[in-house]
């Protein structure tokens, strides 16, 4: 059977909270990346644009990625909700870090 480095059998707790991270950070990686490229079409196909509506369409991207997010990992229990909030968080990064985008 598997092992773990120690040696013992892990439980079938900790296997499927290793399957649900596992599950959380691949997810969070496909929204984040999925938010990223709403962000660069519309830098390349729309802008220039007012300010006010680029902020809105990045918000609505935001809100959309967060969304599929929370739809793909609903099954995944309480501790994707944490994932969730760390998506919001690297979205807002994105955005603190890019200049072009409110």
């Known amino acids: 059977g598997t092992r773990t480095r120690s040696g013992q059998v ?4 900790d296997a499927w909270t290793n399957v649900c ?4 950070r691949n997810k969070l990686k496909a929204s984040l990346d999925s938010f990223k490229e709403v962000a660069r079409r519309l830098e390349k196909e729309e802008l220039p644009m007012a300010e006010q509506e680029l ?3 990045l918000d609505q991207a935001a809100r ?6 929370r739809a ?7 501790d ?5 909030r760390g998506l919001e968080d690297e979205i ?8 072009r985008w409110p």
């Open 10 to 13: 892990p439980s079938i707790k």
């Open 21 to 24: 991270e596992s599950e959380c």
């Open 55 to 57: 902020a809105r369409r």
């Open 64 to 69: 959309e990625a967060v969304a599929e997010f």
């Open 72 to 78: 793909a990992t609903a099954s995944l229990g309480p």
């Open 80 to 84: 994707a909700e944490v994932h969730a």
């Open 92 to 99: 807002r990064e994105t955005r603190w870090r890019s200049s």
